[in-house]
């Protein structure tokens, strides 16, 4: 079974600190690797993609990844309340290749960290 | 560019019923995917399809089934409903579904209770 683990949280952060979500995942053939935000009630919205170990920067998003180790990063710098908010972690596992004619999409997400941004 | 748009955006059904969904991609996307979040499951994979194709299956029972139209809009339909297919059921679409570096957008999703 192929799982992305996550810490639940909930995590609790004073506005204008760092917030850091953590994921790890068990495939190591994984190539791609996403991180969602989902507010409650609504629909995920891609955060972040990042394919190459290093840190990939945006904005106050910085994704770190680490293929050797099996764990991907999310930090956000400068925290707002509106960064209150469900983060998910995506893995795509590996499949056919993808000039088969086959997908190689088939994302298996983490449950979720429960970001909290106290104001 | 409009986005991934899901109908109906709400559903009541009673246990032993079927359900339709239906799901409309970005326009020029090719490659829908269906996933289902229930809060102790989290997001789970049903099926993905591209040029009207099914190509990835997740673990899901035969009840769950779905397919694309030439026009790349899709649907799932759950037959024999069950209580515990009371879930959220969220669209997502892509561009073309089969390179590593493509991305998903997903849909508002239809919230489905079963009675």
């Known amino acids: 079974q192929k799982e992305v683990e996550q810490n639940s949280g909930p995590l609790s952060v004073p506005e204008g600190a760092i917030a850091s979500l953590n994921c790890t995942y068990s495939?190591?053939?994984?190539?791609?690797f996403f991180w969602y935000r989902q507010y409650s009630g609504k629909s995920p919205e891609l955060i972040m993609s990042i394919y190459s170990n290093g840190d990939k920067e945006d904005g106050r998003f910085t994704a770190q990844l680490n293929k050797a180790s099996q764990y991907v990063s999310l930090l956000i710098r400068d925290s707002q309340p509106s960064d209150s908010a469900t983060y998910l972690c995506a893995v795509n596992q590996e499949g056919r290749p993808a000039n088969s004619g086959g997908s190689n999409y088939k994302l298996t997400f983490g449950k979720g960290t429960l970001l909290t941004v106290n104001p | 560019k409009a986005g991934v748009t899901q109908t109906p955006r709400y559903l009541i059904k009673t246990r032993g019923q079927q359900v339709t969904l239906s799901c409309s991609p970005i326009?020029?996307?090719?490659?829908v995917s269906w996933y289902q979040q229930t809060p102790g499951q989290g997001l789970q994979f049903l099926f993905e399809y591209f040029s009207e194709t099914q190509r990835n299956k997740g673990n899901f029972p035969g009840r769950f089934s779905g397919r694309q139209f030439s026009n790349s809009r899709s649907e799932m339909n759950v037959s024999t409903l069950e209580l515990g297919d009371s879930a959220l059921y969220l669209c997502?679409?892509?561009?073309?579904?089969?390179?590593?570096?493509?991305?998903?957008?997903f849909g508002p999703g239809t919230r489905l209770t079963v009675l």
């Open positions: 326009s020029g996307h090719r490659s």
């Open positions: 997502a679409s892509s561009s073309r579904g089969g390179t590593q570096t493509d991305t998903q957008y």
């Open positions: 495939d190591r053939g994984s190539q791609s």
